[in-house]
């Protein structure tokens, strides 16, 4: 059975090492990022319209997890948003039975998000540019926001998409924002909407080559010009990124030995966000339980989940789920074991809304998917 790594092929095999975070606003007067309290409420509110109610919070555990109802198409490799009330999932790929190469879809497949954290029958709203797997992507209330990409259409990849989502599920046509910095990369990867006054757009770079870095830029009145900030710097593939408003977290991901293997890490990076929209200097805090690269994290208040993942690049998924809390100066605290999900994952998409976060598709140790799954994480 072919391996979901290896569906990355050309592109992400060339050209990702380290990882850099780009930063642009949207649609404000002002690019400036409001730092905010680790323990205050850091959900970015893009990825999250479902309200979650002013009485939740997380408190580090998870409910149990649910099964819904399957995506119309299996896929690993793609990305997932939040949009007007809606789950989406765009693009990804999978191994047709039968078949010998994996296949790219553009379909983009909503579901309604109900306040009990089932959803509703699936629909197609539209498609993306073109065919695409190694997407990411986030979103602003009704608007999605879809970064890069490998691309049946090469033309379409390196630069940002954006497309609004109708209160009945229907996708409006993209319009292409920015390129990205020239030879950068935001291949499988996360990123973020901040609530600041600026709605600061974050995306983790995932290139081959260089430390791992930031870029930051403002949008407005329009998307400006990328600025470039050192980070880490050291090669680290596919960690598990989450993003809590004030503090940006790298966990654990792979590195490359004298051997040339590529181990994976247990380590866990984590650098402040700044007033002007630049990281800070990186920080080491509570390595997590397990080497784990290629799964999902995300900061819910002040806990950070990491959810899935692998701990060897060719191995198969776990169904782990962890947390730890964040506490004032942004250090984790101690990790606990959660809920584990159904079935191991890795390449997987994973979203936040209200008290829920919504697992979807990727794989165990073959082709992809089409399975979803939600767990309450606030209460």
Not at 230 to 247: K, V
Not at 267 to 290: C, R, S
Not at 296 to 313: E, I, L, R, Y
Request: hydrophobic share 40%; aromatic share 8%.
């Amino acid at each position: 059975m072919k391996s979901l790594s290896m569906s990355l092929a050309s592109r992400a095999a060339a050209s990702r090492a380290g990882a850099l975070l780009l930063v642009a606003a949207c649609g404000s007067s002002s690019s400036a990022v409001a730092p905010r309290d680790a323990s205050a409420d850091t959900t970015l509110a893009a990825d999250a319209p479902v309200d979650a109610g002013p009485t939740t919070h997380a408190n580090g555990t998870t409910g149990p997890w649910k099964t819904l109802p399957p995506m119309p198409v299996p896929r690993a490799n793609h990305c997932s948003v939040t949009a007007s009330g809606y789950l989406v999932v765009l693009g990804g790929n999978y191994l047709p039975d039968g078949s010998a190469a994996f296949v790219n879809t553009d379909a983009v497949d909503v579901a309604a998000l109900h306040d009990d954290g089932t959803i509703g029958a699936w629909s197609q709203a539209g498609k993306t540019p073109s065919p695409v797997n190694s997407c990411t992507a986030t979103a602003s209330g009704s608007t999605i926001y879809l970064l890069d990409g490998i691309y049946d259409d090469t033309a379409k990849g390196s630069q940002v998409w954006s497309a609004d989502l109708s209160a009945s599920g229907t996708l409006g046509p993209w319009t292409s924002l920015a390129p990205l910095p020239k030879n950068k990369d935001v291949l499988y990867s996360d990123a973020w909407v901040a609530t600041d006054s600026a709605s600061t757009l974050y995306a983790m770079d995932a290139e081959l080559t260089g430390d791992v870095a930031a870029l930051h830029a403002p949008l407005s009145p329009r998307f400006g010009s990328w600025t470039e900030n050192d980070w880490l710097p050291e090669f680290l593939g596919h960690p598990q990124y989450a993003f809590s408003g004030a503090y940006l977290y790298a966990l654990g991901g792979y590195t490359a030995d004298d051997a040339g293997k590529n181990p994976v890490l247990n380590a866990v990076h984590g650098a402040p966000i700044g007033a002007t929209g630049d990281v800070g200097a990186p920080f080491l805090t509570t390595a997590l339980p397990a080497a784990t690269a290629f799964g999902k994290a995300a900061a819910v208040d002040d806990w950070v989940f990491v959810v899935g993942g692998k701990a060897a690049v060719f191995g198969s998924g776990v169904a782990d789920v962890v947390s730890a809390s964040i506490d004032a100066t942004g250090g984790l605290g101690p990790w606990g074991k959660q809920a584990p999900l159904p079935q191991g994952r890795t390449d997987m998409a994973m979203t936040l809304a209200g008290d829920f976060l919504y697992v979807s598709g990727g794989g165990l140790d073959g082709p992809g998917l089409d399975s979803v799954y939600c767990a309450r994480v606030r209460f």
